[in-house]
């Protein structure tokens, strides 16, 4: 089992920043990608970004130019720096890492970090 603690959610207003942390613990052998995801309440939960172990990242398009994603391979946590925010990216976040054991993939979430983005 992995476990996957978030933080750094909160309210914001708009044109504002906020930076995400994720720290993985627990079964982390195999970890490969880290990422976080969102979700508005009644939607599909949709990829914001992605970082692989070797720092390749992909970025959903509504946050190319505006958030950042990094990691610290050494702490096993992601981080999601979120600038210019503006009250569509009001969700809750969801960490997410993947783990690989021999030809099996395993996906553990977080329990989410509400974001809200005042107008």
């Known amino acids: 089992q992995v476990q996957l603690v978030e933080s750094g959610g909160g309210l914001v207003p708009a044109g504002g920043s906020l930076r995400l942390s994720c720290t993985a613990s627990?079964?982390?052998?195999?970890?490969?990608?880290m990422g976080w995801y969102r979700q508005a309440p009644g939607t599909e939960r949709e990829l914001v970004a992605t970082i692989t172990s070797d720092g390749i990242t992909n970025y959903a398009d509504s946050g190319k130019g505006r958030f950042t994603i990094s990691r610290d391979n050494a702490e096993n946590t992601v981080y999601l720096q979120m600038n210019s925010l503006n009250p569509e990216d009001t969700r809750v976040y969801y960490c997410n890492a993947e783990v690989r054991i021999r030809s099996m993939r395993l996906d553990y979430w977080g329990q989410g970090t509400q974001v809200t983005v005042s107008s």
């Open positions: 627990g079964s982390i052998f195999g970890l490969k990608a």
